[in-house]
């Protein structure tokens, strides 16, 4: 594995018209998986994009595998695979012999045939472009990506719209990958899918990236462990929290969705229940939980991921 | 699962040669493959042909109908390529991405513009090597001399070339697509391809000579048709639709 990093971005502003799409982001990825994890309109496409050469920085610097996407684009396109987050295939070509003309265009690429086998496109047979489901769309542009035995792959959304299974056969493709060195940058709005896969994650709002680690120690940067439970809205938090433990927190996160978080143990789970029995409150889907991704991004940005 | 090691990365552009040459091939399955663009580059010039030859429905002058039409008709083969279908397909690849998509495979822009002259210039072949064994068999009898003639028919591709890029770079896919072909239909009609520019007024007929499809059609039956030497005047015209028609598509195009 490589010590220079695979990305490298620094202070990068991007703005269409008067709306910055990116706003003064670092980023830093090394080697294996990296998430850049964020909700809709926070700049993940933009800044996948300014690194993919297909945006201009309005100011900061981007490097590649040390190269300047722009500059030295004829250098870099060879050694990167990209996965569009949508298109990028004539609409009246085959699966097969769109992928086969991808290869045709690398010195070694990978074989077609097992490829195809691999992600499940043998059964497009003749079908055009236009006329395959959206997964099916999904899994050629990424076995695209692939098909050249680049050294690093951005991945733009790769299960969006994906179901279950498509979506897992995805993901163990992307392992495979990382198993045998190639680095990915895949963005995503799915915390599960950041959480699975990523060796690091970039959680990034509004342009900026405002927490990158390791899953796990994104998730222990947090509280130690959380209580979730639904009741109706406007639940008096203040009275919930003097009935509990010093160390807690209790907080209503979107109307009717309540969190405690602290030292979650049998006692605890009994005092909010009895809370909820004096105030006639009905504790529904109440659940025990391990801190998440999607708990740090709603204390960093106050907003839910998905949305 | 893969076995270990399947996916370790290797990579690498292929040659240059074999690139182009992979996408000029591709290029042109996909046009030989669509109904649409059929119908424009082979459907319409043959039956053209045939249809005016056949039945003496506009006053083609002296001679036979044949020696008339069959000059305009490599002229409108060549626009139907060139500037119609270039145009339309180009505007779709812009439209759902793929031009955005070769952007990031290793094939350099210019790579891929290379392709695209090559997949025009072989669809252009078939269907000059169609129409002109129609038009032996209708009886035709070309003069001239096969320099002229080339010479004619790349400096016409070029100029129709750029603007169709021109097209395809600047509209959405819909405008393109019906600007493309109202433009295909106006110069059939006014082009001198099978109307003779002469049934004109005078002043429009100065105006209509100085298209790029009636420098074409002209050209190529002065020496066609009538034997004539180099047409310096209609390769003129031709050159400085090509200059202008690249130079605007090299400076507007936008790949998404």
Avoid at chain 1, 55 to 73: C, E, F, I, W, Y
Avoid at chain 2, 159 to 185: Q, R
Wanted: net charge negative; hydrophobic share 45%.
């Amino acid at each position: 594995m490589r010590n220079e990093p695979v990305v490298q971005i620094e202070s990068l502003v991007k703005r269409y018209g008067t709306k910055t799409a990116v706003d003064g982001l670092d980023l830093v990825a090394g080697a294996g998986i990296t998430a850049v994890l964020g909700p809709n309109g926070a700049g993940k496409t933009t800044t996948i994009e300014t690194c993919e050469g297909y945006r201009k920085p309005d100011s900061g610097t981007v490097r590649v595998l040390g190269l300047d996407p722009l500059r030295q684009a004829d250098a870099l396109r060879p050694r990167v695979g990209v996965m569009l987050q949508s298109g990028g295939v004539y609409s009246g070509a085959r699966a097969d012999e769109m992928l086969r003309h991808v290869a045709k265009l690398h010195a070694d690429p990978l074989d077609v045939d097992a490829l195809i086998e691999r992600l499940g496109l043998g059964s497009c047979g003749r079908t055009t472009y236009r006329r395959l489901s959206g997964g099916q769309q999904q899994r050629l542009a990424l076995a695209m990506a692939v098909v050249g035995r680049p050294e690093l792959v951005f991945l733009d959304e790769p299960t969006a719209g994906l179901d279950p299974q498509a979506r897992r056969a995805t993901w163990d493709l992307v392992r495979d990958l990382r198993r045998d060195g190639v680095h990915a940058i895949l963005t995503t709005h799915h915390m599960d899918e950041a959480e699975q896969l990523a060796d690091d994650v970039a959680i990034i709002d509004a342009g900026k990236v405002i927490a990158q680690g390791s899953p796990d120690a994104l998730c222990r940067g947090g509280a130690e462990n959380t209580l979730r439970f639904t009741g109706r809205p406007g639940l008096d938090v203040g009275s919930l929290l003097k009935a509990l433990p010093p160390d807690s927190a209790a907080a209503e996160l979107t109307p009717g969705a309540y969190r405690v978080s602290g030292t979650v143990d049998p006692q605890l789970l009994a005092t909010v229940t009895s809370w909820c029995a004096q105030h006639g409150v009905m504790p529904e889907k109440i659940s025990v939980e391990r801190h998440t991704l999607e708990d740090v991004f709603l204390e960093l940005t106050g907003k839910e991921l998905r949305g | 699962m893969s076995a270990a090691g399947t996916y370790t990365p290797k990579p690498g552009a292929a040659p240059l040669p074999r690139m182009i040459a992979a996408q000029a091939a591709l290029e042109t399955r996909m046009l030989l493959r669509n109904g649409e663009q059929l119908l424009l580059t082979v459907v319409i010039p043959t039956l053209l042909l045939v249809l005016f030859s056949a039945v003496d429905i506009v006053d083609t002058g002296d001679g036979e109908a044949v020696d008339f039409l069959a000059p305009g008709i490599l002229a409108l083969a060549v626009m139907s390529t060139a500037f119609t279908g270039q145009a339309i397909a180009t505007g779709f690849e812009r439209r759902y991405g793929v031009l955005k998509r070769l952007g990031a495979s290793p094939l350099p822009r210019w790579g891929l513009m290379a392709a695209k002259t090559l997949s025009v210039l072989v669809t252009e072949v078939l269907q000059i090597v169609l129409l002109t064994v129609i038009a032996f068999a209708l009886g035709w009898s070309p003069h001239g001399n096969p320099v002229s003639v080339l010479l004619l028919l790349v400096l016409g591709t070029a100029a129709f070339s750029g603007l169709g890029l021109l097209m395809a770079g600047t509209l959405k896919a819909e405008a393109t697509l019906a600007a493309a072909n109202l433009v295909f239909l106006l110069l059939l009609m006014g082009g001198g391809v099978i109307v003779p520019l002469d049934k004109f007024p005078d002043a429009v007929q100065t105006v209509l000579g100085l298209l790029p499809i009636s420098a074409l059609s002209d050209g190529l039956r002065d020496v066609l048709h009538h034997g004539a030497g180099m047409p310096w005047a209609d390769l003129g015209i031709l050159a400085v639709w090509a200059v202008l028609g690249l130079g605007a598509a090299a400076r507007f195009f936008r790949w998404e």
